[in-house]
């Protein structure tokens, strides 16, 4: 196949994929989290703060907010009541309900979403194609554009999908830039790393700990990475300045005092109780001395999501719930919200592994690496709530379940007919599970949750989103009219 049919091939599956996103925006009511993006996002753009909701870092909001404030809206007139409390579901209520636009504006919000996921399609491509070849790189766009979850946060004014996104791009490009260290890859690197950060805090934990993952088959002999972190140290340390600016773009370089930017007073010292005993006190002296900081904000969302996961918020999995969670909360829930031939491809695709292991070929394995670090690193997060936070490791498995597309279709012998039949049965079997839960994305599990999937998990948005308010409205309507 040429390039220019591949590329038709993957434009008219992005394609596919976009403007089924598109039409779930009238059957989708508002999910919870969107007015707080809204209002974080109109904050951010009309009065250049960002004290709603600083926890997620901007760049999700930025997307967010440019298509309604290009259609007109800004923040709105509050009463003296509101104003003295502001909250941001209030405030992005407003924003939605007033003036008469809620569905117009709402779709506006979503709309942000659609230029990522054309980017994350495109990127997997590319990765699929610089590791795999034509083939599993077309597949794994496939694969990626029809798994469930990623259609039901392409639809949603969410941060999660800018996030998974992001955290792609940034690894993509680690890789390009361990194979071929250069200005042009630490420049392209400084700014993914950047726009991952912006995106949402997971980033300040997966990346690191990806990237360290990627060096150990160095140790262990199968590649030879390490020397060449060694040697181009000084372009790595470049790379993450560029992301340090690129992530104080984000907040306008803003500068500012600590108990001014942090909400702090020496009367009201936070107790810093969630904190190591000496970060507690070094907390408690910076209060104090109220030095000059910048992005304050995003110091703020960081003390508040790492307080958040202290305090162990109950949990709930397969009809249990439990304070802190389980240590396999994800693993699970990707196993339940991804359909069964993406597994079994998945499956398929670490046949591979030894022949890769063998010829040295480290970068064709990172895609699997990177995912196996994340699920680790998650491990002991208290904080279970969503697959969504999670979302990344859809198009890394997309990329080796589009590899273990290639090796069953590459099959010799006398198992080639029945290796290459096997794998058009479980295309068509992603293809009909996909467009059968069409009319419910984000509540979508795979067989083996059986029939009822609230037995295994409900809240983040993995089953209820408040997405069907719509749904309910229709039914009740159509209930009077029979009356």
Known sequence: MSTRHQLLVVGL?????????????????????????VAAAIELLDRHTYTLDPVHPPLS????????????????????????????????????????????NLALARSAMLPFLVFASVLVFLWA????GNLAAILSVLLFTTTPIVLAFSSLAYSDLVTATTQLFALFAFTIWLKTPSVRSTVILGIAIGLALMSKLTSFLFLPVAGLAIL????????????????????????LVIAVLTLW?????????VREEMNFSPEAMPSFQHFPNPVAKLGKAIVLKDPIIPGGELLRGLATGWALNQT????????DIRPGGWWYFFLAGVMFKTPLPFLILCGLGMLSVGAHIRARRLYSLTPAIFAIAIFIVTMPVKYNAGVRHVLVVFPLLALFAGQGCAYFWRSEGKVRAWSRSGLVILLLWQGIESFRAQGDLISYFNELAGHDPSRIMVTGCD???????????RSSQLERFHM
């Open 13 to 37: 599956l992005i394609g596919v994929a976009v403007v089924r996103v598109i039409s779930t925006y009238n059957s989708t009511s508002q999910a919870f989290d969107e007015p707080c993006h």
């Open 61 to 104: 909001r930025i997307a967010i907010g440019v298509p309604l404030y290009l259609a007109g809206e800004r923040y709105p007139d509050l009463t003296a009541d509101e104003a003295a409390h502001p909250n941001y579901n209030m405030v992005g209520n407003h924003i939605l309900y007033d003036h008469g636009h809620y569905t117009r």
């Open 129 to 132: 194609r610089r590791e795999f």
């Open 216 to 239: 150990i088959p160095g140790f262990l002999g199968w590649a030879s990475t390490a020397p060449t972190l060694k040697r181009h140290f000084r372009q790595f340390l470049a790379s």
């Open 249 to 257: 773009s984000g907040y306008g370089f803003a500068v500012g005092h």
């Open 312 to 319: 162990s918020p109950q949990g709930y999995l397969f009809g």
């Open 463 to 473: 089953l209820d989103c408040g997405q069907d308010v719509f749904r309910l409205l």
